[in-house]
């Protein structure tokens, strides 16, 4: 595989080891125009990116394609997707704004007084896949990199990301590691939120909202947490066992089988980290930054996604290995 010099980069090993190089043993990407590019190692599908274009022809249809996301697949079968994808606003899904793995700030400033909710895709704001830059794969690893752009309530680009995703094939599960570069020509953009709307998140599939999220757990640095139990970051309390969290794991139900969804933190994103969960399968963390022409937003995360519990020893190891890269 070539080299990539690219400003982003997102991680993924999963699961299978290929001895040759053939549609049955490799990886390979499926591509349907402007709605969705899948990664799928032989038949077994393994990542999507969900990259249609804003559509702002009405309200519905702004709301289905507002932001780009990826979702990912049980590292096993790749029968089952483990992530939420866009829905309609209607009492069938709950919280229908949130999608897969997927990154944006619901309080965001700029020029004149100008404001902006990339979390919620409120008032006509966005943003959007402009183009996939590259792609590649063969039987050891694939990549993509993506060009997407985020406009204001008056459609004007008021920033510029890159997010990339190399996948290389190895046993144990799916890992991700994300990580993107967003920049603006502005004099400064400030990026701010609250832990349940901005920063970068993981949402569950719809099924866990719906009917299993009292089975949903929160596996910290300090222990297991309680079934249906949650932490987050409030600014009255600030509980530090919220803040700046090398890693946090959910463990949470689909389909009859339990899963569980590491998330790593790297040393280098920007202090302080808010800690967000929800029971129903959604968790993350968001910080404030002031983003201007010489000073790009620069992230890592790192997301392992297997069937079954994990050990704190496991997940030690892990956030060692990612934090030593």
């Given at each position: 595989?070539?080299?990539?010099?690219?400003?982003?980069?997102?991680?993924?090993?999963?699961?299978?080891?290929?001895?040759?190089?053939s549609?049955?043993?490799?990886?390979?990407?499926?591509?349907?125009?402007?709605?969705?590019l899948?990664?799928k190692?032989?038949?077994?599908?393994?990542?999507?990116?969900?990259?249609k274009p804003r559509?702002g022809?009405?309200?519905?249809?702004?709301?289905?394609?507002?932001?780009?996301?990826h979702?990912?697949?049980d590292?096993?079968?790749?029968?089952?997707?483990?992530?939420?994808?866009?829905?309609?606003?209607?009492n069938?899904?709950?919280?229908?704004h949130?999608?897969?793995?997927?990154?944006?700030?619901?309080?965001?400033?700029?020029?004149d007084?100008?404001?902006?909710d990339?979390?919620?895709?409120?008032k006509?704001?966005?943003?959007?896949?402009?183009?996939?830059?590259?792609?590649?794969?063969?039987?050891?690893?694939?990549?993509?990199?993506?060009?997407?752009?985020?406009?204001g309530?008056d459609?004007?680009?008021?920033a510029?990301e890159?997010?990339t995703?190399?996948?290389?094939?190895?046993?144990?599960?799916?890992?991700?590691?994300?990580?993107?570069?967003?920049?603006?020509?502005l004099?400064?953009?400030?990026?701010?939120?609250?832990?349940?709307h901005?920063g970068?998140h993981?949402?569950?599939?719809q099924?866990v909202?719906?009917?299993?999220?009292?089975?949903?757990?929160?596996?910290?640095?300090d222990?297991?947490?309680?079934?249906?139990e949650?932490?987050?970051?409030?600014?009255?309390?600030?509980?530090?066992?919220?803040?700046?969290?090398?890693?946090?794991t959910?463990?949470?139900?689909?389909?009859g089988?339990?899963?569980?969804?590491?998330?790593?933190?790297?040393?280098?994103?920007?202090?302080?980290t808010?800690?967000?969960?929800?029971?129903y399968g959604r968790?993350?963390?968001y910080f404030?930054?002031?983003?201007?022409?010489?000073?790009?937003?620069?992230?890592?995360?790192?997301?392992w996604?297997?069937?079954?519990?994990?050990t704190?020893?496991?997940?030690?190891?892990?956030?060692?290995?990612?934090?030593?890269?």
């Amino acid at each position: 595989m070539k080299s990539l010099t690219l400003a982003g980069t997102l991680l993924v090993l999963v699961s299978g080891v290929a001895s040759a190089q053939s549609p049955k043993n490799a990886f390979h990407f499926v591509e349907k125009k402007g709605e969705t590019l899948d990664l799928k190692f032989g038949d077994r599908d393994v990542l999507r990116f969900v990259n249609k274009p804003r559509d702002g022809t009405d309200e519905d249809s702004h709301f289905m394609s507002f932001k780009p996301f990826h979702q990912v697949f049980d590292p096993k079968t790749g029968t089952t997707l483990l992530s939420s994808g866009a829905h309609p606003k209607t009492n069938e899904f709950k919280f229908p704004h949130h999608r897969g793995l997927f990154f944006g700030f619901n309080k965001i400033t700029y020029g004149d007084q100008q404001i902006a909710d990339i979390w919620h895709g409120t008032k006509n704001v966005y943003s959007t896949c402009d183009k996939i830059l590259s792609m590649q794969a063969d039987a050891k690893s694939a990549a993509h990199t993506a060009a997407i752009s985020w406009h204001g309530m008056d459609g004007k680009e008021f920033a510029n990301e890159e997010r990339t995703v190399t996948v290389f094939n190895v046993a144990g599960g799916t890992q991700l590691d994300w990580s993107t570069v967003l920049t603006t020509k502005l004099d400064k953009v400030r990026l701010d939120g609250d832990p349940q709307h901005a920063g970068f998140h993981f949402r569950a599939a719809q099924e866990v909202a719906q009917s299993t999220a009292k089975q949903t757990y929160y596996f910290r640095p300090d222990g297991k947490g309680k079934e249906g139990e949650t932490r987050n970051w409030d600014a009255k309390g600030k509980d530090p066992k919220t803040v700046n969290l090398a890693w946090n794991t959910m463990s949470f139900v689909v389909e009859g089988k339990r899963y569980s969804v590491l998330r790593i933190n790297h040393p280098s994103n920007p202090k302080e980290t808010r800690g967000s969960e929800r029971d129903y399968g959604r968790f993350g963390d968001y910080f404030e930054f002031d983003l201007t022409p010489s000073s790009p937003l620069k992230l890592r995360y790192r997301i392992w996604v297997q069937e079954g519990e994990m050990t704190q020893e496991a997940c030690e190891k892990m956030t060692a290995s990612f934090i030593a890269n």
